[in-house]
């Protein structure tokens, strides 16, 4: 159930136009994007979230391309409470049991740059996101103020770190903004392990759900997110539980 808006909640919406699309080679997308000089507190941001909004940055946007064009960009949310882990999930927490989850403010450290242009460069060569990895520019992706709170959740094997999950903290949820891991670490599936420890925070938290950003179905980056169960899927007016896809095992994908 999505809450209420809040109270003057009106916001100046901006549609861009055609442009080559993020996830879907030969694919044209638009984006609608929130006046970025719009207030925006924990509360919207709650309610952007569920409405189908992400958050890259100061902006919060999200797909709305042209219906005969494309429709795959589907938001998707775990109810943490009742998660359940598959078998590769399991493997992957035990996998990393040696690793520490530790939560850090929102500041530029050189460690998790480091991290960051490292993964970015290896394992997103081929996209945007490779042409620009400057302090600058990392430090507009996750470290910008938005009005609310984000967590930078480490993951450490002893003091070396090996993971960072980028969290938004909403009235009742936690947002995965962004994780990058070590590349030279691919057994260890870090990317399942950041998702089961934001699980783990929001459980300890007491919030109800995660929000996982896109699934897309026809996106290998992408198609992962639903093998986390019972997930639940925005189709343009309410959340419904996800019942498609097919079994993969979540190794092949870190």
Same mark, same amino acid.
């Given at each position: ?10 916001l ?12 879907l ?31 890259s ?27 359940q ?7 992957a ?18 460690e ?17 996101m ?6 600058? #520019? *990392? ?9 609310? %709170?984000?967590w930078?959740?480490?993951?450490? +094997? @002893? ?11 909403l009235s ?9 891991f ?40 992408? #198609? *992962? ?9 925005? %189709? ?6 996800? +019942? @498609? ?10």
């Open positions: 159930m999505t809450s209420e808006p809040p109270i003057n909640h009106a100046q919406l901006y549609l861009t136009d055609d442009h080559p699309c993020s996830y080679d030969q694919q044209r997308a638009r984006t609608l994007f929130v006046d970025p000089l719009a207030e925006i507190n924990t509360e919207r941001a709650q309610w952007l979230q569920e409405i189908g909004f992400r958050r940055g100061s902006h919060f946007y999200r797909p709305s391309c042209r219906p005969h064009q494309c429709q795959q960009c589907r938001a998707v949310r775990l109810p943490v409470a009742q998660f882990p598959n078998r590769s999930q399991r493997r927490a035990k996998r990393n049991q040696d690793l520490r989850c530790i939560q850090r403010s929102p500041q530029f450290d050189a998790h740059y480091a991290l960051y242009s490292r993964y970015v460069l290896t394992r997103h060569s081929d996209g945007d490779a042409d620009d990895v400057s302090t600058d #520019a *990392y430090e507009r992706f996750l470290l910008t103020a938005w009005g609310g %709170d984000t930078l959740l480490e993951l450490r +094997e @002893g003091e070396r770190l090996v993971a960072v999950a980028v969290t938004d903290v009742d949820g936690l947002s995965a903004v962004y994780t990058f070590d590349p030279a670490e691919s057994s260890r599936a870090l990317g399942t392990a950041a998702i089961l420890a934001q699980i783990t925070e929001a459980q300890q938290l007491g919030v109800t759900h995660l929000y996982l950003g896109y699934w897309i179905a026809n996106s290998r980056k992408m #198609a *992962y997110k639903q093998q986390y169960r019972p997930l639940e899927i925005w %189709d343009g007016a309410q959340w419904r539980r996800f +019942e @498609g896809g097919q079994a993969i095992d979540l190794d092949k994908y870190e």
